[in-house]
C-alpha cells in the first residue's frame, strides 16, 4: 500500500496487479472518496441527461463531470458562484470533476472542419465522415476565440479565463486548458499545438496557484480547494506523445489526464497509452478523456487508467442501444448492446438484461422498453439511461474487485473473448 499526499487530494493505490499496469486505488477530494478504476458519468449542464442527482445517488455514483464551457454559456459561472458554487447549484454533495473547455475549442474549429467527434467519428479510418463544416471557432497562442452558436456572442477563452470559470463552479477536481487536436491534423499542427498546450499548462498552473493562495488566506476552509490535472496531448506521433508525457509530468499537477486524438483506430489508441503510461508519475491518479467502450474500459484499465468520463452510455442510451452483459448474449461483435427499437423485442417478456438490477431491468420488460420507445415516451430516456449507467458502475465495481483480489484477467477473457 502506498499513500501519496497532493494539495487537496490524497491517492492512495490499495493494489496493483504483477502482469499489467492495471491497478485499484483511493482518490480523496473535499467532497469524499473516488475507488479506481473508475467511470465518471457526465454531467453535461450540471445534470445527467434525462436523471436527476437523486437518481445518480440512487446508482451509487461516487463523483460526476460537468462541462466548463456549457456551464460558462448558461447559465454563468459567475451566477453558480453567487449561489454557492456547482455543489450547491447542483444540490450535489459529493466530488465533481470539471473540464477545461479545450475540447469544445477543438469541436467548434477543426472538430467541424474534419467532421470528428468523441462518438461518431473519433476513429475516421473506422467510420464514414460526415458532411464537412466551416470551423467557428479560431486558435492561436492566446487562447481560442468564437461566437456562441446560440446567442452569437462572441467568447474568448484562455487558461486564465478556464482557471476563472473553474474556480467559479468549485469542482473538487480542474482541468488545465489545453488544445485538442484532430487525428487528421498534420504532425506540424500538433506539434504547434502540443508546444502551445505545455504553454498553456504552465500558465494554468500560476493562476490556479494564485488563486488558491488567496482562497485560503480568505476563507480557510478546505472547500473550494481544488485539485488541478494537467493534460498530456501530442495525437498519434510518438516523439510528440512522450515529449508531451515527460513536460506535463514534470510540472507539478495533482494529476494527469490523457487528451486529444488518440489515432485512427483503436489499437492506435492502445499504442499510444503503451507510450505515456510509463512515463507518468505513479503516485499520481491518471484521468483518459472521452473514452468509455466496454473493451477499451479492460484495455485501458490494464494499461494503467485510473478513471475515465464519456457521455456514451446516456447517449447511445437514448438512441435505442442498450448494455447486456455476456450471460444476456453481449460480446464484442454486438458492442455488448441490443437495440431495443428492433421488432424482435416487440413480444420480448426478458428483461434488458437478466443479471441487473436497475429500476429497468426489475420492472420491466423488454417488450415495454421497445413500446416506450417507439412511442417517444419520456419515461424510456430515463430508464435507458439509468440501465446504461448502472450497468457501466456495476461493471467498475467487478473491475476493482478483479483486480483486488487478482482475477482481472479471468474477467477481461470472460467479457472480451472471441464470439
Known amino acids: 500500500m502506498n ?12 493494489a496493483k496487479l504483477k502482469s499489467s499496469r492495471a491497478r485499484a486505488g483511493i482518490i480523496t477530494v473535499p467532497h469524499g472518496k473516488i475507488h479506481t478504476p473508475y467511470f465518471i458519468p457526465v454531467a453535461t449542464s450540471a445534470t445527467v441527461r434525462a436523471l436527476d442527482q437523486e437518481d445518480m445517488n ?12 456549457h456551464l460558462h454559456l448558461k447559465p454563468g459561472d459567475k451566477i453558480i458562484k453567487k449561489l454557492g458554487g456547482l455543489h450547491k447549484f447542483m444540490n450535489w454533495n459529493r466530488p465533481l470533476f470539471t473540464d477545461s473547455g479545450g475540447f469544445q475549442a477543438f469541436s467548434l474549429g477543426y472538430g467541424m472542419e474534419h467532421s470528428i467527434n468523441k462518438l461518431g467519428t473519433i476513429f475516421p479510418e473506422k467510420k464514414k465522415a460526415a458532411e464537412k463544416q466551416p470551423k467557428i471557432a479560431e486558435i492561436n497562442d492566446d487562447g481560442v476565440t468564437f461566437n456562441d452558436p446560440s446567442s452569437g456572442k462572441l467568447v474568448h477563452l484562455n487558461p486564465k479565463k478556464s482557471m476563472q470559470i473553474q474556480q467559479n463552479l468549485g469542482a473538487d477536481i480542474i482541468l488545465a486548458f489545453d488544445e485538442c487536436t484532430s487525428p487528421l491534423s498534420s504532425y506540424e499542427y500538433t506539434k504547434k499545438a502540443m508546444e502551445r498546450t505545455h504553454k498553456w499548462a504552465k500558465e494554468s498552473l500560476h493562476h490556479h496557484k494564485k488563486s488558491l493562495i488567496a ?7 478546505k472547500y473550494g480547494n481544488q485539485s488541478l490535472y494537467g493534460i498530456v496531448q501530442g495525437g498519434a506521433y510518438k516523439d510528440l506523445r512522450i515529449k508531451s508525457a515527460k513536460f506535463i509530468s ?3 499537477f495533482d494529476g494527469i489526464a490523457i487528451g486529444g486524438s488518440l489515432g485512427k483506430s483503436k489499437e492506435d ?3 499510444i497509452l503503451s507510450w505515456v503510461i510509463q ?4 503516485n499520481k491518479p491518471r484521468h483518459l478523456l472521452g473514452i468509455g467502450e466496454i473493451e477499451d474500459i479492460f ?3 490494464e494499461k494503467g487508467i485510473d478513471t475515465f468520463d464519456c457521455v456514451m452510455p446516456t447517449r447511445i442510451g437514448r438512441r435505442g442501444s442498450l448494455f ?3 450471460k444476456s448474449h453481449g460480446n464484442l461483435k454486438n458492442k455488448f448492446r441490443i437495440n431495443i427499437k428492433n421488432l424482435k423485442y416487440k413480444l420480448d417478456r426478458k428483461p434488458i438484461d437478466k443479471n441487473c438490477e436497475c429500476l429497468a431491468c426489475r420492472k420491466y420488460s423488454r417488450a415495454y422498453m421497445n413500446h416506450l420507445y417507439k412511442s417517444q415516451e419520456l419515461a424510456y430516456y430515463k430508464l435507458a439511461s439509468l440501465h446504461n449507467l448502472n450497468f457501466m458502475l456495476r461493471l467498475m465495481e467487478k473491475i476493482r474487485d478483479s483486480i483486488c483480489k487478482s482475477y482481472f484477467n479471468e474477467l477481461k477473457n470472460e467479457w472480451l473473448k472471441k464470439y
Request: charged share 25%.
Open 279 to 282: 512515463l507518468l508519475p505513479e
Open 3 to 14: 499513500l501519496f499526499s497532493l494539495n487537496y487530494m490524497d491517492f492512495e493505490i490499495k
Open 58 to 69: 440512487s446508482l451509487g455514483a461516487e463523483v460526476l463531470l460537468a462541462n466548463t464551457y
Open 324 to 326: 447486456i452483459s455476456p
Open 215 to 221: 482562497r485560503k488566506n480568505k476563507y480557510k476552509d
Open 250 to 252: 514534470s510540472l507539478n
Open 269 to 271: 489508441m492502445h499504442r
Open 299 to 301: 484495455k485501458c484499465v
